[in-house]
């Protein structure tokens, strides 16, 4: 059984940074593609950045591009968000994802694990 449990999230200032962390189950980020999507208040959930098994693809919405970096650790069995000049729009739960197949990275329904999700808020 995969298990992924985010840490990280806050309330952080217009312009601020935050790291994101999901933490897995023993090995799940060597086998697995690993991405973050996030949900606001009324919307649907939107793909954020994926990164594939290798750590060698990486992926990006075009709204986070140049201001988010996926990156994990498989030391640790552990992938992170690093989000930096932060904005309102970007206030909402957070939520790491696995999968086995990196095709359609951008699709909910291809994602297999998800972990319970991080809140993340941006103040103006």
């Known amino acids: 059984q995969v298990q992924l449990v985010e840490s990280g999230g806050g309330s952080v200032q217009t312009g601020g940074s935050l790291r994101l962390s999901c933490a897995t189950s023993?090995?799940?980020?060597?086998?697995?593609?690993m991405g973050w999507f996030r949900q606001a208040p009324g919307k649907a959930r939107e793909f954020v950045a994926a990164i594939g098994r290798r750590g060698g693809s990486t992926y990006y919405a075009d709204s986070v591009k140049g201001r988010f970096t996926i990156s994990k650790d498989d030391d640790y069995n552990t992938a992170y968000l690093q989000m930096n000049s932060l904005r309102p729009e970007d206030t909402a739960v957070y939520y790491c994802a696995a999968t086995t197949n990196l095709g359609n990275y951008y699709i909910e329904r291809a994602w297999q694990y998800w972990g319970q999700g991080t809140q993340v808020t941006v103040a103006t």
């Open positions: 023993s090995r799940t980020s060597t086998y697995y593609a």
